[in-house]
């Protein structure tokens, strides 16, 4: 069994020319442009991980009766590889998005991809592509989004654990998750749905997940709000997460407040670093229980002076508002400064301490960061 398989990288002979290339990395939206190679690795139940490879960029073949066609057999990271000044490339705690994807396939019963081989694949990939990973400019927050995911391949009617499975790296050179910037954003109170329930895969970062935010996320835009608030699924009035980010609550004498990781809610790499970095900064950092009577009534009277959400793709975003089809509960209240530094002054310290580590502004005292190239 080669539990440490030697990574066979096969250039692809026709890569993006460079012209075209330039012009994404100027403007490079989010999640809309790939690379021209991707990691693969292979997995069977006799063979174990077998076959490491770099090749080009491509449509994977599936057999229509492929597991994670019919069964979601399905799980996935997301980070981020990051130009420092002096051209190197870094990314951020991989051994965590390494661990919780090992936690995932335990979920949803699939062979974990052991520490070094996610760790080397990634590498592979920005060794290659390194040339998609935008410039470090002044200010700037663009970055190579990288996409380790795992799959069930086997082709079979039954409801069973797949006995083979491919895991992939891809990578997507992005700017700004939310296209307006670092704005507060509004956030839509979901009544009609729930993102996950006790005893289910929220922890899990897998599609099904995601898939099920959907629908809430539609309704939140019809609403006007960029992200959606589920509650949780029994008592319908615990804060849980957004669709596909953790959140904060900073009280007006300057302790910060999280839901806890109960088993609902996805254990996220960002949050688990602001914890450590609030609690660095001064601030009394709580993972309990809030409810959402807790916040709209914190928010109204001024207990609670700011919120956020975090997550990898969008770093650290001020919340604006809660809304639901009665009430809108605005954070700050309505005569709110437009300068964030005033307005969000626990966010915008913590986003520009967290980003500076990331970009390598700023020393690494926690030896958080991990080099590629």
């Given at each position: 069994?080669?539990?440490r398989?030697?990574f066979?990288?096969?250039?692809?002979?026709?890569?993006?020319?460079?012209?075209?290339?330039?012009?994404v990395?100027?403007?490079?939206?989010?999640?809309?442009?790939?690379?021209d190679?991707?990691a693969?690795?292979?997995h069977?139940?006799?063979?174990g991980?077998?076959?490491?490879?770099?090749?080009?960029?491509?449509?994977i073949?599936?057999?229509?009766?492929?597991c994670?066609?019919?069964?979601?057999?399905?799980?996935f990271?997301?980070?981020?590889?990051?130009?420092?000044?002096?051209?190197?490339?870094?990314t951020?705690?991989?051994?965590?998005?390494?661990?919780?994807?090992q936690?995932?396939?335990?979920?949803?019963?699939?062979?974990e991809?052991?520490?070094?081989?996610?760790?080397?694949?990634?590498?592979?990939l920005?060794?290659?592509?390194q040339?998609?990973?935008?410039?470090?400019?002044?200010?700037?927050?663009?970055?190579?989004?990288?996409?380790?995911?795992?799959?069930?391949?086997?082709?079979?009617?039954?409801?069973?654990?797949?006995?083979?499975?491919?895991?992939?790296?891809?990578?997507?050179?992005?700017?700004?998750?939310?296209?307006?910037g670092?704005?507060?954003?509004d956030?839509?109170?979901?009544?009609?749905?729930?993102?996950?329930?006790?005893?289910?895969?929220?922890?899990?970062?897998?599609?099904?997940n995601?898939?099920?935010?959907?629908?809430?996320?539609?309704?939140?835009?019809?609403?006007?709000?960029?992200?959606?608030?589920?509650?949780?699924?029994?008592e319908?009035?615990?804060?849980?997460?957004?669709?596909?980010?953790?959140?904060?609550?900073?009280?007006?004498?300057?302790?910060?407040?999280?839901?806890?990781?109960?088993?609902?809610?996805?254990?996220?790499?960002?949050?688990?670093?602001?914890?450590?970095?609030?609690?660095?900064?001064g601030?009394?950092?709580?993972e309990?229980?809030?409810?959402l009577?807790?916040?709209?009534?914190?928010?109204?009277?001024?207990?609670?002076t700011?919120?956020?959400?975090?997550?990898?793709?969008?770093?650290?975003?001020?919340?604006?508002?809660?809304?639901?089809?009665?009430?809108?509960?605005t954070?700050?209240?309505?005569?709110?400064s437009?300068?964030?530094?005033?307005?969000?002054?626990?966010?915008?310290?913590?986003?520009?301490?967290l980003?500076?580590?990331?970009?390598?502004r700023?020393?690494?005292?926690?030896g958080?960061?991990?080099?590629?190239?």
């Open positions: 069994m080669a539990d398989p030697e066979v990288v096969a250039p692809t002979e026709s890569p993006a020319p460079e012209a075209d290339r330039l012009k990395l100027e403007d490079p939206g989010f999640g809309v442009h790939f690379t190679h991707m693969v690795v292979d069977t139940t006799a063979d991980w077998h076959n490491g490879r770099v090749v080009q960029y491509a449509p073949a599936l057999d229509p009766a492929a994670v066609l019919h069964y979601a057999q399905e799980i990271e997301g980070m981020k590889a990051y130009r420092h000044a002096d051209g190197s490339i870094w951020f705690r991989p051994e965590k998005n390494a661990a919780r994807l936690r995932s396939a335990r979920r949803l019963a699939m062979p991809v052991p520490e070094e081989i996610f760790l080397e694949a990634i590498r592979q920005a060794q290659i592509d040339a998609w990973v935008p410039e470090a400019a002044e200010g700037s927050e663009t970055s190579l989004y990288l996409r380790p995911f795992q799959i069930g391949t086997e082709a079979f009617l039954g409801v069973r654990p797949s006995q083979a499975s491919q895991f992939y790296v891809i990578a997507s050179p992005s700017g700004p998750y939310f296209p307006s670092v704005k507060p954003v956030i839509w109170v979901s009544r009609n749905y729930h993102r996950a329930g006790f005893g289910g895969t929220g922890f899990a970062k897998c599609g099904g995601y898939a099920a935010s959907l629908a809430a996320q539609v309704e939140a835009g019809e609403h006007g709000c960029a992200q959606v608030l589920f509650l949780d699924d029994r319908e009035k615990w804060v849980e997460e957004l669709g596909g980010m953790n959140l904060f609550f900073v009280f007006s004498d300057g302790s910060i407040v999280t839901p806890p990781t109960s088993g609902t809610i996805l254990e996220g790499v960002t949050r688990m670093s602001l914890v450590e970095l609030g609690r660095d900064a601030h009394e950092v709580t309990r229980p809030i409810s009577d807790e916040v709209t009534t914190g928010i109204a009277d001024g207990t609670i700011e919120v956020f959400a975090c997550g990898t793709a969008a770093v650290i975003t001020p919340v604006g508002s809660f809304r639901t089809e009665e009430d809108t509960w954070v700050g209240g309505e005569g709110r437009e300068d964030l530094d005033e307005s969000y002054p626990v966010t915008m310290t913590l986003r520009r301490t980003t500076d580590i990331q970009y390598g700023a020393e690494d005292t926690k958080w960061m991990h080099r590629l190239v």
